[in-house]
């Protein structure tokens, strides 16, 4: 053919997909810059678990990054059993119960009524839901201790001072500002014509709710999920403040621990204790993390 | 019956008896928690709040207490620094791991890990990896470099940022994870078109993207200006203030007086103010969400 | 004959913003009426306040002779048909089509009975356990035409339902569309903002522009007597040719433009002829060549500017007197830009109107 | 009956005291304790303690400090009027210093169980380092600071010192009680009197406190304990601080007089600071719980009970009946001090809880900023004392 | 005729899915191609590859005659255009023009040269200080078209640049579009799967399907002479009317189905009369009544389903023995359903396919 002329040398010449070098700048520039923060991300969580498997004496002599010589698990079985509370010898572990039992119901009630919210401001508005949605909105900036004395006050008055649905009350207060606002963007970014179509069907605001919208939002449920837990989870201040000893959660005890302030502090002890008291949510985040983008990309912000 | 205007409080019923949860708690907790404080700012609660009408006094005490002034620059100095750099860390994370990268996931799930950890920890393992003794420094000194300096929490001129670096590990991972939702949501046209014009990616990023992830950001916003204004935990793990006041925030100052000091007065007075400074921000926010335009 | 369907003054504003403006339509039992309009003249909000989904600020719309302005979009007895087809994503194709009849407590059997009656007239019937993501466009579209099917609605409510589908899908539908209504004998709105779907879905067009009706008529109507020059101009594809001129009825009605100047006494005036500054306009299809020029009255010489062939006609953009002006040819025509040729038309098929009102005249 | 007590003591030695009081109560009634521990000292329990109490749903019995702290619990009449059993259990008489009860009464009514003393006024000082900087261990405050350029030219931190405000303004404290008359730390913080806060004696003490900065200004410690580290490993030459540090010597082996020493009063003034903790009984709704509180309050003044407890914690016990021939050479001295009858008041029993963090407040600042004059900072002193109550 | 662009053997997969196999193109200086196809049939990706914004897998693509497989898409002297606009923004319509402009370091004069001279031959010059919010489809597209302009390249791509506009907008800048390839001579690849587009627009068009082309010819040939049945099938709208049954060359050439049966002496045979399964396809408006009937030889009686008035046509849809058929009459026809009429056509405007290879014979 004539182009074969017009380029007679077109076999030898570029072809099929362009030659990267494996070690291109770029690839340098990318690779280098994460691994440099996945060191300063992965740095803290290297030196607890390094001092968690170390014996005190080890720890003494002063390196906190230099991996344990000799690798003991006494720490762990410390801080899980048999780290003191003032009286109490039997560590974290007796908190953990507590916490599964106060994690449980806060973050189904919490999510529940939340994903409610959030689902009637965005597809039933009723004159004034704008305004009540900028003070919840302006309840997530408020610091918790602010709060601390008006909600001893109310949770008096309604009478669930001290027991476990008034904690739940309380963390469902609190998450329900972010919660709301992820569940509203959420339900927005949901086509509209769905729940046209389902009015015009006769279902009505259950109906659509469970039926229709539910079983389209496992990924913002995820999302919500994951922030509860680990924002319940963790809590301290509420769980010690509304509640009493005996439902006393797991951070308690981690306080307890790390914070003795009289004494050799057991740096050791406090570590393990750390990482038993944050294996909840990390599994969490580790097992359902791909998730979590995908719920935030669903909807969690607004494109 | 149908063929009359029905009064509209009586529309959608389950739609308003649904949202009760939620107008009870902006009524009652949010607003009345924050009137409530406002008013009991104008009295000289101690222990217990009591009616005992004082004026503007706690203000006045407020705003001559060093301490306070000091937590209110330490707050615009972290607010600032950690928006910005949260804002930047997270969004070149996000970047990057935009980049079609290998190992995606496990870079993600390094840098989201933080956030499932409690402020009790992250205090403690940056107060430790920060002390001049043992920590980082130690090491660097170890190395040979005798006269390699860097004790961010126990020098009251940095201190600050030492609080910062511990605040940026836990917290960027959220906003990276945030930002890549907002790109992997641009239009890959866009990508395109600049591509065939020439521009080099971080120009793009620069100067288009970033633009067209204004709602991303604002959400951000939020998010990340909520967590400041209540910085806390943080704070009293990993310096309790110090050193000095250095490190004081508004909500320690809240709650050192009120539960501490055992002065409620002063401690609400130092929540208004707070409270105030919040509705700076929040009320711009709605205007940004409900002002004009409209959605069907 | 009784209306199906009647409209009285109805009124709706978004805020500020008056988006529908004192509409009237009477719509017959059984017909079929398009609203067509370009985007966002409120097409979709009218339709929406007949399915009850928008709360009218003023007037009343009945169905079926009953007042339905407060009414629940279900009790209105009318089923909607969405452009994005909005099927319910978890549920199959039977869920989807028995979800509104579960609703209003509908007896198992006769759930049975009638999405299985459905499925046969829609011909879904393989397609029952499927989920709507199993599905292609159109068979999509069948669903959801389904959906409204089942419930045995009186009022058919379509909100551009082919605009998602390509183009070969897009015309076989239409006539799916068409067959189902000559089945059915329901009363059907039907919003588009495609002229070809209009005119062929038709019994009556409503034009629609910034929330009012600009003619409601019979798609031959509104094709060959447009009310106004709107309607002229948004109806036909490629668009009717418009002079720009007077008129002049000094003695048998003539039409002068700057360039040219013929006479129009075959043109029947609405009310008898009228002077003034006016359009002038002309569908392409009225322009002829070759033979049947013997037929046109008004000729003249022009030279073809550019030539699109579609196949079965050949479209001609050509300059009279330096006035653009298109015109359709035979799909085997050989015409190339710059040829020289000459074109002619009767003025008794061309549309005049107003200058000012733009009413026709 | 299940009691309910809360306390923020939860290091060993505080824990293994506490399971002293529970062993006690657990064995002699028919009750039982439960308990309900909170870390992080007074700052993170007390709180929570008021909010429970405040809550409605109060503890059967809970820590405070020995002073003002419950003042307006007593005042709410959410606290248990306990002078019947004060009156039965002789309290008046066996309390000494008498003192500690006076901050128990309101109204001469008796409202809390005062149950150790504990005191400020303590130089701890290490041998091994003035033997390395070659000066002879000091044996007062004066010496203590010649000695300061020695050591810093060895090497060491002449002071070592925590930096957080309840060292800090303890530290001024204890030096205004020991390098002045009692009396003026009376009239300061007694009678809140501006003018002697603004007056020349205290500016010694500001200067006092000044060399104190300096001296402690290499001291790159939080928490006391790590101070108190500094001095038993011969890094820092001495610390001011409470008789709870002689738990870390003994922790780590130390011997008092031989490895480390201990003054008193800096050496100065031989005068103590009977400060310490005391129990508070919330009021109850249930009187089986109500009749359990008042044993509880009856045992923690027992004698036994009182020597098993401070053995343990490390503190002094509250009557000065009881004999504690186990306790240590500091721990003697201090008891020496305390029967000639030479204490004063608590801090915490004279000022309110505000004006003490304004004054931890004012010394943090104070030891963190050298460039802070100590004419300013007794100026904002004497301010606050203006304004205290 | 030197190539514009020449495609060789190109290959693309993504992972194992194989969305371009070993195609080859040549485009010549000047020509307008457009690439036409159903949904997902690779032509976005065939165009990706063209502008290097998709690594190919195999093959090798000339632009000028340079080989830029591997140059960076800014260097390959392109622009693209794209469905979705993509236009910046935040940038007003000078800075969407100016930005690539700046980008490359040119001269300021320059850039200001080329934007005016841009927005003049699009019409955009009011528009140039306006944010892209603030236009209508229609401009919008304009812009994205500028931004190609002004970058003088040799080549425009268009990736379905009007099927976001509706249908008015889109036959107006259709011809905008033609009249812009007159004007400037560019060559042009045009990838749509709107048939009309394609008709009107391209020199030649490229029909694809799974990635392979299954005709490139001119728009003439392509619908007077698809090369197999898919090809007619997919040209035309309505589509072509397709008969089964078996071609009889015994004798004069015969067309056999189980109803009908016909000579088909009048039809040119590829490679001469074939016999065999057949296809039988003729277009609707081959199919003649009335007065034309004269010239078909072949003739039948139809009884009417179904009218479709489009206005300037009428579509009928009909069954002749049993067997549905469809055909265009004028747009002033008078039929309704049920009307009994007689049809005809001259088998020689018909297209035969082979059954079994589809192909043309
Ligand atoms: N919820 C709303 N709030 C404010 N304005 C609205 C709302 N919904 C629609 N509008 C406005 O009302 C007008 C009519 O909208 P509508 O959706 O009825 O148009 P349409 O004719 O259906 O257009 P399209 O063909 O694009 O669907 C538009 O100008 C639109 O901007
Ligand atoms: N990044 C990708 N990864 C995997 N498959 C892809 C990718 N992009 C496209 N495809 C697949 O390649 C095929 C061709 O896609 P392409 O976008 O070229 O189709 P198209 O002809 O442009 O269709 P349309 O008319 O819908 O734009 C499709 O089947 C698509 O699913
Ligand atoms: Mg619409
Ligand atoms: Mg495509």
């Given at each position: 053919m004539a182009d074969t002329a017009v380029h007679p040398a077109a076999s030898s010449e570029p072809r099929g997909p362009k030659p990267r070098k494996k070690l291109s700048r770029n690839n340098i520039i990318i690779y280098g810059t994460l691994l440099v923060v996945a060191f300063y991300y992965l740095l803290p969580l290297y030196v607890m678990v390094v001092t968690s498997l170390k014996g005190m004496p080890e720890i003494r002599l002063?390196?906190?990054?230099?991996?344990?010589?000799e690798i003991t698990f006494e720490p762990w079985v410390k801080a899980w059993?048999?780290?003191?509370t003032g009286l109490n010898c039997d560590g974290l572990s007796r908190g953990f119960w507590n916490s599964i039992r106060i994690t449980v119901p806060s973050v189904i009630v919490s999510i529940v009524i939340a994903s409610v919210n959030g689902y009637a401001l965005a597809?039933?508005?009723?004159?004034g839901a704008d305004a009540f949605f900028t003070i919840l909105i302006f309840g997530a900036f408020i610091p918790y201790q602010v709060m601390l004395y008006p909600i001893v006050i109310m949770l008096r008055e309604i009478g669930l001072y001290g027991t476990l649905w008034g904690l739940v009350i309380v963390h469902t207060i609190f998450g329900m500002p972010i919660l709301t606002l992820l569940f509203r963007n959420y339900f927005t970014s949901l086509p509209e014509e769905l729940f046209k179509a389902a009015r015009v069907d006769g279902a009505g605001f259950w109906r659509i709710y469970f039926q229709i919208m539910l079983p389209m939002s496992l990924p913002i449920f995820v999302v919500a999920m994951i922030l509860q837990v680990t924002g319940i989870w963790n809590d301290f201040l509420f769980g010690v403040v509304y509640t009493k000893p005996d439902l006393y959660p797991m951070t308690v005890q981690l306080n307890n621990i790390v914070n003795s302030?009289?004494?050799?502090?057991?740096y050791n002890v406090n570590m393990a204790a750390t990482l038993l008291t944050g294996l909840v949510p990390l599994v969490i985040y580790f097992v359902s993390g791909k998730l979590f983008v995908r719920g935030i990309a669903a909807g969690a912000v607004k494109g | 019956m149908s063929s009359e205007r029905p009064n509209?409080?009586?529309?959608?019923i389950p739609a308003k008896v649904a949202a009760i949860p939620m107008i009870i708690t902006a009524l009652v907790v949010f607003m009345g928690g924050s009137l409530w404080t406002m008013a009991y700012s104008l009295t000289k609660s101690k222990l217990l709040p009591k009616w005992k009408f004082v004026g503007l006094d706690q203000y006045e005490r407020l705003w001559s207490t060093k301490r306070w002034v000091v937590s209110i620059e330490n707050l615009f100095i972290y607010g600032v620094c950690m928006l910005i750099a949260s804002f930047v860390i997270g969004f070149i994370l996000a970047a990057l791991m935009d980049q079609?990268?290998?190992f995606e996931n496990t870079f993600r799930t390094i840098i989201l890990y933080?956030?499932?950890?409690?402020f009790i920890v992250t205090g403690l393992v940056w107060q430790w990896i920060l002390n001049p003794e043992f920590g980082i420094q130690s090491i660097i000194r170890g190395l040979g470099f005798t006269s390699f300096e860097f004790d961010p929490l126990y020098n009251a001129d940095i201190a600050i940022y030492g609080i910062l670096i511990a605040g940026l590990w836990q917290g960027t991972g959220l906003i990276m994870v945030l930002m890549l939702a907002g790109l992997r949501g641009i239009d890959q046209e866009i990508w395109k078109a600049a591509k065939v014009d020439g521009i080099p990616t971080w120009k793009t990023y620069l100067f288009i993207v970033i633009p067209m992830m204004r709602p991303v950001f604002i959400t951000t916003l939020v998010l990340v200006a909520a967590s400041i204004v209540k910085v806390y935990d943080l704070i009293v793990a990993q310096t309790g203030g110090g050193p000095g006041i250095s490190t004081e925030m508004p909500a320690k100052y809240v709650y050192d007086y009120m539960f501490?000091?055992?002065n409620l007065g002063q401690g609400f007075a130092a929540s208004t103010m707070m409270l105030l400074a919040v509705l700076v921000v929040v009320i711009p926010w709605a205007y940004l969400e409900f002002g004009g335009k409209k959605r069907g | 004959m009784e209306s199906s369907i009647s409209i009285r003054d109805l009124s709706l504003s978004f805020g500020a913003v008056k988006?529908?403006?004192?509409l009237n339509i009477e719509i017959g039992q059984g017909e079929f009426l398009v609203l067509l309009g370009?985007?966002?003249?409120?097409k979709s909000t009218l339709l929406n306040c007949i399915a009850g989904l928008l709360d009218v600020t003023d007037g009343q719309i009945f169905i079926q002779g009953k007042?339905?302005?407060?009414?629940?979009p279900s009790d209105r007895g009318i089923g909607m048909v969405f452009q994005s087809y909005?099927?319910?994503?978890?549920?199959?194709v039977e869920g989807n089509l028995s979800f509104g009849l579960k609703n209003a407590g509908m007896a198992k059997d006769e759930i049975k009975k009638r999405v299985a009656r459905a499925a046969e007239i829609l011909q879904i019937e393989p397609l029952l356990?499927?989920?709507?993501?199993?599905?292609?466009g159109g068979q999509r579209q069948r669903v959801a035409i389904g959906r409204a099917l089942v419930?045995?609605?009186?009022v058919f409510l379509f909100d551009e339902?082919?605009?998602?589908?390509?183009a070969k899908l897009r015309a076989d539908l239409r006539v799916e569309i068409k067959r189902l209504h000559q089945r059915l004998k329901n009363t059907m709105i039907y919003v588009t903002h495609d002229q070809v779907e209009a005119l062929t879905l038709a019994d009556r067009i409503a034009i629609m522009k910034g929330g009012n009706i600009q003619q409601l008529a019979s798609p031959n109507e509104i094709y060959n007597?447009?009310?106004n020059k709107y309607v002229a101009d948004f109806i036909g594809s490629p668009s009717m040719n418009f002079l720009e001129g007077v008129i002049d009825i000094s003695g048998a009605p003539q039409f002068n433009s700057d360039v040219m100047s013929f006479d129009i006494s075959g043109y029947e005036f609405v009310d008898g002829p009228t002077g003034g500054p006016a359009w002038f306009g002309i569908r392409p299809e009225h322009i002829v060549t070759g033979e049947l020029?013997?037929?046109?009255?008004v000729q003249f010489d022009a030279e073809v500017e550019l030539v699109e062939p579609m196949g079965s006609d050949t479209l001609v953009w050509a300059k009279v007197e330096g006035v653009p002006m298109h015109f359709r040819m035979d799909g085997q025509a050989e015409v190339r830009s710059g040829d020289q040729m000459r074109i002619g038309f009767d003025p008794a098929r061309a549309n005049i109107f107003n200058k000012e009102t733009e009413l026709r005249i | 009956a299940d009691l309910e007590v809360t306390h923020w003591w939860t290091s060993g030695g505080e824990a293994a005291a506490v399971g002293e009081l529970a062993k006690a109560f657990d064995a002699r009634t028919d009750h039982h304790w439960v308990d309900g521990a909170i870390a992080g000292s007074g700052s993170t329990a007390r709180p929570i303690m008021i909010s429970r109490i405040t809550g409605g749903d109060p503890m059967a019995a809970t820590q405070f400090n020995h002073?003002?702290?419950?003042e307006e619990l007593v005042e709410a009449g959410l606290m248990r009027d306990l002078t019947d059993i004060a009156e039965a259990g002789k309290w008046r008489e066996v309390i000494n210093p008498p003192s500690l009860l006076d901050a128990c009464t309101v109204d001469g009514k008796v409202y809390c169980a005062p149950l150790n003393i504990h005191s400020w006024q303590w130089l701890w000082l290490s041998h091994k380092a003035y033997a390395d900087a070659g000066v002879p261990v000091p044996t007062n405050w004066d010496e203590f600071v010649a000695a300061a350029p020695a050591l810093e030219a060895a090497g060491i931190v002449p002071m070592a010192m925590g930096k957080q405000g309840w060292q800090q303004s303890g530290a001024f404290n204890v030096m205004m009680i020991s390098l002045l008359p009692k009396e003026i730390f009376l009239q300061v913080?007694?009678?809140?009197d501006a003018d002697v806060a603004a007056g020349a004696d205290v500016a010694r003490i500001f200067k006092a406190a000044a060399d104190a900065r300096a001296m402690a200004?290499?001291?790159?410690?939080?928490?006391w304990n790590q101070a108190t580290n500094l001095v038993i490993t011969g890094k820092a030459g001495g610390q001011i601080m409470g008789d709870w540090a002689q738990g870390e010597f003994q922790v780590a082996e130390m011997t008092a007089g031989e490895d480390y020493t201990c003054l008193p009063g800096?050496?100065?003034?031989r005068t103590l600071q009977a400060g310490g903790d005391a129990f508070y009984f919330p009021v109850l709704k249930d009187a089986e719980t109500t009749a359990a509180q008042g044993e509880l309050a009856a045992l923690l003044l027992d004698p036994e009970v009182q020597v098993a407890f401070n053995l343990k914690k490390g503190s002094l016990p509250v009557?000065?009946?009881?004999?504690?021939?186990?306790?240590n050479d500091c721990m003697k001295k201090g008891l020496d001090i305390l029967a000639t009858g030479d204490a004063i008041p608590d801090f915490n029993q004279l000022v309110s809880s505000d004006t003490r963090v304004q004054i931890e407040d004012l010394f943090v600042e104070f030891f963190a900023?050298?460039?802070?004059?100590p004419e300013a900072a007794q100026e904002r002193f004497a301010a606050i004392i203006a304004d205290a109550d």
């Open positions: 002063g390196n906190i990054f230099s991996p344990p010589v059993s048999q780290a003191c597809n039933w508005k009723f004159k302030v009289q004494g050799v502090k057991e | 509209g409080l009586f529309r959608n079609k990268i290998r933080p956030f499932a950890l409690s501490g000091g055992q | 988006v529908l403006r004192n370009s985007s966002g003249c409120g007042n339905v302005t407060w009414a629940e909005a099927l319910y994503p978890q549920m199959t356990k499927r989920k709507p993501a199993a599905l292609s419930r045995d609605v009186d339902p082919l605009s998602n589908l390509d007597k447009p009310a020029l013997a037929n046109a009255p | 002073g003002r702290q419950a913080y007694g009678d809140k200004s290499n001291s790159n410690v939080q928490d800096l050496g100065v003034n009557r000065g009946d009881v004999d504690l021939a186990a306790a900023d050298a460039s802070m004059t």
